[in-house]
Structure formats: structure tokens, C-alpha cells
């Protein structure tokens, strides 16, 4: 089966608010975790990633957590707009190279 | 330059027929990648082709198949259609220097009766 998954199947958060979307991992030996947002109609958009030797990184108003030790990735959303409504996925690049997909997360922004 | 396309946007076949699709990955990139997207199981890898070969493959049933052409072109074959095999299916192409960030196209519609 999947070797990455989701805790929530749908988030709503306040607009403004911080958005936190978690997901859990079982292959320590992934290279990348990574980070997609679907938005309704198309296909997945890269949003950010992180090595596997790393436990932070930064983008523009997106960080992503990794906590190897309890194998949890997190996304977390500063001041969440309305176009951040969407599907979110985590997912790994194994060794062999290929990404696989846990099942997402509906972020659903409240006016 | 031009993103990942895909044709046809919608597919309507029924159960035994067979179905082919096609991806058009971003100029430059040589691997594609297939994934089936549904309600129920997410996205779920199918395989990835780079410079004509079959790199990786999901675990999907042998009635699944693809090839890449010579120009990364890609396309997937399902044969002996089912009902579980109506889905959205995607590609995605990536290459460059972040081999994270694939690119995805529209998808492809497929509905199985």
C-alpha cells in the first residue's frame, strides 16, 4: 500500500489564520518530501520540498517541518488566503526516484 | 514554454474496450510520469518512462502499459476495461535541476460504463 498518508481528510481554517497540514510517512529511506496542491480542475502544483537530512525549510509564506524521529511532515500556511483553498499532498521521492502520493488534504478557507 | 498536455480531456468507453492516452510532456524533460487519481485512493503511481525506457512502475495490473518516444512523448494503454478503471488520469514531467518538481497536465477524464 501507500507508504505515505494524511491525519485529516478536510481542514477548515479562517482566513488570515495559520494553516497547519500534517501527514505521517512510513519510508525512512525516502530522499525528498514534498509538498502538492491540487486545485479544483487541475493537476498537482509543486508547492515545496525537503531533503531528508533536514528538519526545516522555508518558502514564501510556506514552511515545511520534518520530524524523522516520529516520521511526521508538516505544511504550514501563513496568513491563509482564499486562494489557498485546495487539496494538499505529501509525498515522497524514494531512492529509485519515483514520488508517490499520500491521499490529501481539503483546505477549506472560512470567510 | 508551453506546459504538460494531455489528450483527450474526456474519455467515454465501456467495459472490455480498450483505451489509449497521450502526454506531451514540457520540452526538455525526458521522464514522464503516469498516476490514476480517484476519490477513494488518491494518487496512485503507475509508472515513469525516461529516454524511451521504463524506469519505475506502480503496482497496477499488466492490463496497464505505456511507451516514450524518441521525443518524451508518452502514452498509456489500458486494455479489457473495467468499471474500477474510470478514474482521472494524470501525467506529470519533470527534469532540470529540481527533479522534485514535476509538472502536471490537465488530466485525462476516463469513464468506464
Known amino acids: 500500500g501507500e507508504s505515505v498518508g494524511l491525519h485529516l481528510p478536510t481542514l477548515s481554517v479562517q482566513e488570515g489564520d495559520n494553516s497547519i497540514i500534517n501527514c505521517a510517512y512510513s519510508?525512512?529511506?525516502?530522499?525528498?518530501f514534498i509538498w502538492y496542491k491540487q486545485e479544483s480542475g487541475k493537476g498537482p502544483q509543486f508547492i515545496i520540498d525537503?531533503?531528508?537530512?533536514?528538519d526545516k525549510r522555508q518558502g514564501q509564506r510556506v514552511t515545511v517541518l520534518l520530524n524523522k524521529t516520529v516520521k511526521h511532515l508538516s505544511l504550514q500556511i501563513a496568513a491563509t488566503q482564499p486562494g489557498d483553498s485546495a487539496v494538499y499532498f505529501c509525498?515522497?521521492?524514494?531512492?529509485?526516484?519515483?514520488?508517490?502520493f499520500g491521499k490529501g488534504t481539503r483546505l477549506h478557507i472560512l470567510p | 514554454k508551453a506546459g504538460v498536455t494531455q489528450t483527450p480531456r474526456y474519455l467515454i468507453k465501456t467495459r472490455g474496450q480498450q483505451v489509449t492516452l497521450s502526454c506531451s510532456p514540457i520540452?526538455?524533460?525526458?521522464?514522464v510520469s503516469w498516476y490514476q487519481q480517484t476519490p477513494g485512493q488518491g494518487l496512485q503511481f503507475l509508472f515513469e518512462?525516461?529516454?524511451?525506457?521504463?524506469?519505475n512502475k506502480g503496482n497496477f495490473p499488466g492490463r496497464f502499459s505505456g511507451r516514450q518516444f524518441s521525443n518524451s512523448r508518452s502514452e498509456m494503454n489500458v486494455s479489457t476495461l473495467e468499471l474500477g478503471d474510470s478514474a482521472l488520469y494524470l501525467c506529470?514531467?519533470?527534469?532540470?535541476?529540481?527533479?522534485?518538481?514535476?509538472?502536471f497536465g490537465p488530466g485525462t477524464r476516463l469513464t468506464v460504463l
Open positions: 506529470a514531467s519533470r527534469g532540470g535541476s529540481s527533479y522534485n518538481e514535476q509538472f
Open positions: 519510508n525512512s529511506a525516502s530522499d525528498y
Open positions: 525537503i531533503r531528508s537530512n533536514m
Open positions: 509525498a515522497e521521492r524514494e531512492r529509485d526516484d519515483k514520488i508517490i
Open positions: 520540452s526538455g524533460h525526458r521522464s
Open positions: 518512462y525516461f529516454s524511451e525506457t521504463q524506469r
